[in-house]
């Protein structure tokens, strides 16, 4: 079992509420990731970073914004709220540089009203 | 590979028999892959993994099969087990200048029937 949390697990919220998702890791890892998923599908890599201070966007446009300022803890924040936003979001993290496998969270599932 | 689309593959296999769930990657210059299982309601985890300077890799009752020359992957899992429904996606480092960059495939749903 990887030691990565990610909560809350379930979360139904009003459109336009601001909320923030949480995932920490305890394996000491630098490099940690959001995606989002829809039920089953494939994976889209919307925010990584390599370490404290560092944030990068990936493959897929968020509105959502994410923070690294401690190396166990990635939050991702979403200012506004839509029904647009509403599906899986995934947290992972890995060992940086070389060759190695992510580490997933359990998801937080989100549905926005 | 490169996800295109939203279908999602189905495997249907009968409990014990063996499965084999294929991938086609998009990038020659992929130098590093993974199988990943996902159930229902959980994060995806790691199975197995292969390097490119290899075709062949075993598990416990899983195996990892790379052929490059056409850019496919595939999981054989022996004797599937009711355990073994989930969802599996490959997925595959790209090497770039200042990091690599992991391409999941679309994911195959893998359906164990009694």
């Known amino acids: 079992e990887a030691d990565i949390y990610q909560t809350p697990r379930y979360l139904v919220i009003g459109t336009g509420k601001k909320i923030t998702l949480e995932c920490s890791q305890t394996m000491g890892h630098d490099k940690m990731y959001w995606y989002q998923q829809d039920p089953g599908m494939e994976l889209h890599l919307i925010h990584y970073s390599y370490g404290v201070n560092s944030t990068e966007k990936g493959d897929l446009s968020s509105e959502s914004t994410v923070s690294r300022i401690r190396t166990e803890h990635f939050p991702l924040t979403l200012e506004s709220a839509r029904p647009s936003h509403t599906s899986q979001y995934l947290c992972?993290?890995?060992?940086?540089?070389?060759?190695?496998?992510?580490?997933f969270g359990p998801g937080t599932r989100l549905t926005v009203l | 590979g490169e996800s295109v689309g939203l279908h999602l593959p189905t495997l249907s296999v009968q409990e014990g028999d063996n499965s084999i769930i294929n991938c086609a990657y998009s990038?020659?210059?992929?130098?590093?892959f993974i199988w990943y299982k996902q159930e229902s309601g959980k994060g995806p985890q790691f199975i197995i993994d292969i390097r490119s300077n290899m075709d062949k890799r075993q598990g416990q009752r899983v195996t990892v099969l790379l052929n490059k020359t056409v850019k496919h992957l595939s999981l054989q899992i022996a004797a599937t087990q009711p355990g073994d429904s989930a969802v599996y996606f490959c997925?595959?480092?790209?090497?770039?200048?200042?990091?690599?960059?992991?391409?999941f495939g679309k994911g195959t749903r893998l359906h164990i029937l009694p």
């Open positions: 990038n020659s210059a992929s130098d590093y």
């Open positions: 997925a595959e480092n790209v090497p770039m200048n200042r990091d690599d960059k992991i391409i």
């Open positions: 992972a993290s890995s060992e940086f540089p070389g060759l190695y496998e992510q580490f």
